[in-house]
């Protein structure tokens, strides 16, 4: 049969031509289609842990309470009761219903346990003993007083903060706005001093310090804190027992 149809093709040229031409083109060679090949390259796992933001300061936590609060942050005054002659207060509020004196400790772990007549109070986190923190600010309150000249009857108002890392097991009478000295969580700062002030009002309702008073007050410590290095350098040595 293949014999007889390359015959046919031989003796009649002019019909293998036109079966060329009636054929369908093969396709032409082209670029190779593209291969898609799997990445080796791992992706980040998503148990991966993200740097978490930093915690706002007690001084920019401060910087939140309304127009006719002010603030004073690092004071060094002088206290002739003290070891150094000066007492250092972390924070400093004044307020239309009284002052707030305010200590901030960074304890980063452990459980806080005391009571509020508690000379010594224990950490979990260490075997060593915390003098009570209520009792040693009342120091840094009273030095606050006797720079306060015609406004020493201001209701003031001891704060000891801290960090939430840690956990406050301690007598619950310094846990609510209707105790003058307070132990609280730094986040609790600015909503504790609003809460103690209407407390305030409620209590004293005609005691009302103006915008004058509060501003006079303010600038009777500001011209009492000590800003000398030389003198501020003297006073965290003695304090912490090097003279």
Not at 73 to 80: E, G, Q, S
Request: with cysteine; net charge positive; charged share 25%.
């Amino acid at each position: 049969m293949f014999k007889k149809i390359l015959s046919l093709f031989k003796t009649q040229p002019e019909l293998a031509n036109q079966i060329t031409a009636s054929a369908p083109a093969m396709p032409t060679s082209g670029p190779a289609p593209t291969r898609l090949v799997r990445s080796r390259r791992k992706s980040k796992s998503q148990e991966e842990w993200t740097r978490q933001p930093e915690e706002p300061s007690t001084a920019q936590q401060l910087h939140g309470l309304p127009g006719e609060y002010k603030v004073l942050n690092d004071l060094l005054v002088a206290n002739t009761k003290s070891r150094s002659g000066y007492s250092s207060i972390d924070h400093v509020v004044i307020g239309p219903r009284g002052i707030f004196v305010i200590e901030t400790r960074n304890l980063t772990t452990g459980e806080i346990r005391g009571g509020r007549r508690e000379a010594n109070w224990t950490v979990s986190s260490s075997r060593i003993k915390m003098y009570n923190p209520l009792m040693q600010h009342r120091g840094h309150v009273e030095a606050i007083r006797a720079h306060l000249g015609d406004y020493k009857r201001v209701r003031l108002v001891s704060m000891v903060t801290f960090t939430n890392r840690c956990r406050i097991s301690v007598d619950p009478a310094v846990r609510y706005v209707n105790s003058d000295e307070l132990i609280i969580y730094d986040h609790e700062l600015v909503e504790t001093i609003l809460r103690k002030t209407e407390r305030l009002e409620t209590e004293v309702p005609e005691t009302l310090y103006k915008e004058q008073d509060v501003q006079a007050i303010y600038n009777l410590l500001s011209a009492v804190n000590s800003t000398d290095p030389q003198i501020r350098a003297d006073h965290m040595e003695k304090a912490k027992g090097i003279k």
